[in-house]
């Protein structure tokens, strides 16, 4: 019998029965009884976002038997269980763990324990987690434990797991708990995951959690996957009761928008309360965003400029504006251009800050708007070009591919911008635009973008510079990684005719060029020509 067995085995003993190895989780000092409805765990006042420290040091502890039990399973989990042995392992000792909330859960080995069940546990056995540690809430490894759990729900949820009444109630129980001091849940650093996460869960979706930096710990890739963004597949349903403790959360944030403006974790909270209600097409959604773009257009110290170009340019509230731009509706965004921005785009475009607005303008504005902005910034984009912003470039060429009528304009400033105009000069367009970068400290193989003008209405400039480059240009184009996107959408463009593409894929198999396995499409390129 291997060492998994004998965990699952402890796990099962009877009530009356007691395993050597594994003790029944039994006496556990100075816990709490479980919360009743409308009723919080602790009587003490809240915590501030400083009292990080004394949470660690403080709460119940668990007695030396009990932690003994947290450090075995946790050593046998990580020996390695069968995908049945994990089936009955997790809860299994899930059920005894949830006897000794919230103590448990704040140990460091019942923590860890937990966080690496919690991705495959049954959506029912979280129940209890929900209604013990909503109450301790700001406490770091609570905190990690029950956004973990509200992640693992979501990815319930897709999988097709209705969630019960009882789990329904515990987390209407969680959301009123948290809803009693929103603000403050919101500007504390553990607090803020928790409620994002909740708010990510009742629209149906969650936005990704960047890595830690500096020497903060890394997480394990497997962690780092759990936490990207993700959303239910088309189809599924959220329960009913979702809607309304989203509605009231998102409700309890609006009032409270000006204090939430800083620190950044508050801040954050705002955003994903945004995309929380654009994600479930609340009609709160407009009323929220328009609140927002108010608080940050009020007065500021800068009286030679519209308040809210101050809050663009600054580096923490621009991320509000920001998340407001990708969420407004087509009219918000025209009021907000006109009211604002209108006149001043050179200045927005080659600053280091505002530059980034000014692409999320672009990404979601109607015709009539990138219209104007083209005929503003057109003649001036070698500015952001030489401030080192090439993301407003991309951003625009990306807007005047949705917008077909202003591509003939857009290609002409761009071309004018890296002063290859004129047909002869052509070529060092195709070499500049491949050196391009979409956002500063990117992704450095995620670059610019010849291939999205291939997807143009008319993309012969692009194709004609393609075919005037030599074949050592050519060579070192197509083995580079932006280069080498261009085959891809050579491939992928119906608007590129076929003989072109021919031709050009042709002079790659002359030159011998091999791309390096970067895609399917470029492995078998050479298979294509048979096809043209």
Excluded at 71 to 86: D, P, V, Y
Excluded at 316 to 321: E, F, G, H, I, Q
Excluded at 402 to 420: D, M, S, T, W
């Amino acid at each position: 019998m291997g060492a998994g067995q004998r965990v699952i085995d402890s796990c099962e003993v009877g009530a009356n029965e007691t395993s050597r190895d594994f003790p029944r989780l039994g006496a556990v000092s100075a816990f709490p009884p479980p919360p009743q409805p409308n009723m919080v765990v602790h009587a003490e006042t809240p915590p501030e976002p400083d009292m990080s420290r004394q949470w660690r040091q403080s709460g119940p502890r668990l007695d030396p038997d009990t932690a003994e039990y947290f450090r075995r399973a946790l050593e046998t989990l990580e020996e390695g269980l069968s995908e049945e042995e994990l089936a009955l392992f997790t809860p299994n000792v899930l059920s005894e763990v949830s006897r000794s909330l919230p103590a448990g859960a704040l140990h460091p080995g019942g923590s860890r324990l937990l966080l690496q069940l919690l991705p495959r546990a049954p959506p029912d056995t979280l129940t209890p987690l929900l209604l013990h540690l909503g109450g301790v809430s700001r406490h770091p490894r609570a905190s990690r434990l029950l956004e973990a759990a509200l992640r693992r729900l979501l990815r319930a949820l897709g999988e097709g797991h209705a969630l019960g009444a009882e789990l329904q109630g515990a987390l209407g129980q969680l959301g009123a708990l948290l809803g009693q001091d929103l603000g403050g849940l919101a500007r504390d650093p553990n607090g803020s995951f928790v409620l994002r996460a909740l708010l990510g869960l009742l629209s149906g979706g969650t936005d990704p959690v960047p890595p830690p930096k500096g020497a903060e710990p890394k997480p394990k890739k497997e962690e780092l996957n759990a936490k990207e963004a993700w959303s239910l597949p088309e189809g599924a349903e959220l329960p009913p009761s979702f809607r309304p403790l989203l509605e009231e959360l998102a409700q309890g944030l609006e009032q409270q928008i000006p204090a939430l403006l800083s620190p950044a974790c508050a801040s954050l909270c705002l955003q994903g309360a945004l995309r929380a209600l654009h994600r479930s097409q609340s009609p709160s959604c407009s009323r929220f965003c328009r609140a927002l773009i108010g608080c940050l257009s009020q007065d500021s110290p800068a009286h030679d400029q519209s308040p809210l170009l101050t809050s663009l340019q600054d580096p923490d509230r621009s991320r509000l504006l920001e998340a407001a731009m990708t969420v407004l509706d087509p009219p918000g965004l025209r009021e907000l251009f006109q009211g604002h921005l209108r006149g001043h785009l050179r200045g927005v475009a080659s600053h280091r800050v505002a530059n980034h607005g000014l692409q999320r303008l672009l990404d979601h504005a109607p015709e009539d708007v990138v219209s104007e902005v083209l005929s503003e910034l057109g003649p001036a984009l070698e500015e952001p070009l030489a401030r080192g912003h090439p993301g407003v470039i991309l951003a625009l060429l990306g807007a005047a591919q949705r917008h077909p009528r202003l591509q003939g304009e857009a290609l002409r400033c761009l071309f004018q911008a890296l002063r290859c105009w004129a047909p002869p000069h052509h070529p060092h367009c195709v070499t500049a635009l491949a050196q391009l970068r979409p956002l500063e400290g990117g992704d450095s193989d995620k670059g610019a973008e010849p291939e999205s003008l291939l997807h143009f209405r008319d993309p012969s400039p692009i194709v004609r510079a393609l075919r005037a480059l030599p074949p050592p240009a050519l060579a070192a184009l197509a083995r580079s990684g932006p280069g080498s996107r261009v085959w891809d959408a050579i491939l992928a463009s119906g608007t590129v005719p076929k003989n072109p593409k021919k031709r050009l894929l042709k002079r790659l198999q002359v030159l011998k060029i091999h791309p390096k396995k970067r895609g399917e499409k470029r492995q078998n390129w050479g298979k294509n020509l048979v096809f043209f």
